[in-house]
Nanobody, 123 residues
Framework: VQLQASGGGLVQPGGSLRLSCAASGLTFSTYSVGWFRQAPGKAREFVAAVKWDGATAYADSVKGRFAISRDRAKNTGYLQMFSLKPEDTATYYC??????????????????WGQGTLVTVSS
């Protein structure tokens, strides 16, 4: 199983980015996709997740600004980020797992992880 995260970069405050997570060796028809992030010197934190059945969850800090989705045909997950803030600066990781509703926000519930993509929000 491989998860390939991409789409990070440098963006100004208020800007947008779309992260992608391409999967091989598993299908997002039966696996859930989660996004987590880790800023320098801080612990990893949950960002957003979409369960195999379409249920979504967001961290309060990104609710209304980020949108998670997945394209089953392309077996790719996405994290569309709008109105980015400097505090969104972090390495973003995608993950896949057979999570349930109560564990969507729990990193340990995900079995597979991508390599991370850096998002820097700065003027």
């Amino acid at each position: 199983v491989q998860l390939q995260a991409s789409g990070g970069g440098l963006v100004q405050p208020g800007g947008s980015l779309r992260l992608s997570c391409a999967a091989s060796g598993l299908t997002f028809s039966t696996y859930s996709v989660g996004w987590f992030r880790q800023a320098p010197g801080k612990a990893r934190e949950f960002v957003a997740a979409v369960k195999w059945d379409g249920a979504t969850a967001y961290a309060d800090s990104v609710k209304g600004r980020f949108a998670i989705s997945r394209d089953r045909a392309k077996n790719t997950g996405y994290l569309q980020m709008f109105s980015l803030k400097p505090e969104d600066t972090a390495t973003y990781y995608c993950a896949a797992g057979r999570v349930i509703l109560s564990t969507m926000r729990v990193a340990e519930a995900y079995n597979y992880w991508g390599q991370g993509t850096l998002v820097t929000v700065s003027s």
